[in-house]
């Protein structure tokens, strides 16, 4: 690995390539980047990296966003068959027939779609600042998409508006059960548990807090108490045992996205030789797409 990971350094300085990884990938991956951080944290990296390249270890459509952020560079997705399933639950045409059932209403697109949906939309949001984004809307109604769970999520906070959902989620927060969580609970009484906003209702109701993965790091950085039941994909505790190795992090074993887990260091090594595979997306797509995902980054961060 030592190995590796020396030739895939000389190789990104020769080529002036960046690599920007998700919280969820494999550790080894995460240890290899430049950046790791939630699909906002890495949209404001790629937003203004000086890079020729970006190598972006996450799913599809975290590496189109980069792509359509940065058209005048390279951007390699190591695993193109890395596909978020959410992603896939919606597409261009659902959401042109949904501005027709709800005239006037705006679209908000979560960051979890495809480019040509978040060309069909107003403005994109991340579960850091969905509630942020929903709360700047002038309008009275919009559509939120595609994931009902957030969606549910940010009407908590959000009651002076109606909020038309689609009914998209994300089957690895799908699968965290409120039983496992009052097990976990039960079996750790200290813990302050944390849940993802992706999570059904009723677990975020037994959850002590519900956070982004980017929010949930910094208040476990800057919290007093020891032990933290996560909530959310397995694979951002590598990333917490490194910020805070003092604390313990109990894992829902469940909560595993297969498609995080496609991306290897050969893969990236590959990719830095080879330069491939591209993301490319067409350019019409990709000149709609930009508006709603600039105004996503420059809302900034909610929780
Ligand atoms: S964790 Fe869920 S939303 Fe994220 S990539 Fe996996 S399936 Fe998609």
Request: charged residues 25%; contains cysteine.
């Amino acid at each position: 690995m030592a190995e590796l990971a020396a030739e895939i350094a000389n190789l990104k300085a020769w080529k002036k390539a960046v690599i920007l990884a998700h919280n969820y990938q494999l550790p080894d991956v995460q240890d290899l980047a430049d950046f790791v951080g939630d699909s906002l944290g890495l949209s404001v990296q790629a937003s203004k990296t000086d890079a020729r390249v970006i190598i972006f270890c996450g799913v599809d459509f975290m590496a189109e966003t980069a792509a359509v952020l940065n058209p005048g560079k390279i951007v390699i997705h190591p695993a193109p068959e890395a596909m978020c399933p959410m992603s896939m639950m919606i597409d261009a045409a659902n959401v042109r027939e949904l501005r027709q059932q709800h005239p006037g209403a705006p679209v908000v697109s979560y960051v979890n779609t495809s480019a040509e949906v978040k060309a069909e939309s107003d403005i994109c949001c991340t579960s850091s600042n969905a509630v942020k984004v929903v709360q700047s809307l002038p309008d009275r109604e919009a559509i939120f998409l595609p994931d009902r769970n957030l969606g549910m999520y940010v009407q908590r906070f959000v009651r002076d508006k109606v909020l038309y959902l689609w009914p998209g989620y994300c089957p690895t927060h799908q699968q965290i059960k409120k039983e496992d969580l009052l097990q976990l609970k039960k079996d750790h009484p200290r813990a302050i548990s944390i849940v993802h906003p992706e999570c059904t209702p009723d677990v975020i109701d037994v959850a002590d807090k519900a956070f982004s993965t980017e929010g949930l790091v910094g208040f476990i950085r800057s919290s007093g108490e020891r032990e933290f039941i996560i909530g959310t994909e397995g694979g951002l505790i590598h990333r917490l045992k490194k910020i805070s190795p003092d604390k313990t992090y109990y894992e829902i074993p469940s909560a595993v996205c297969p498609t995080m887990k496609k991306i290897t260091p050969a893969l990236i090594l590959k990719s830095l030789q080879t330069l491939e595979p591209r993301v490319t997306i067409e350019k019409g797509i990709m000149d709609r797409a930009r508006g709603p995902i600039e105004r996503m980054v420059n809302m900034g961060r909610g929780d």
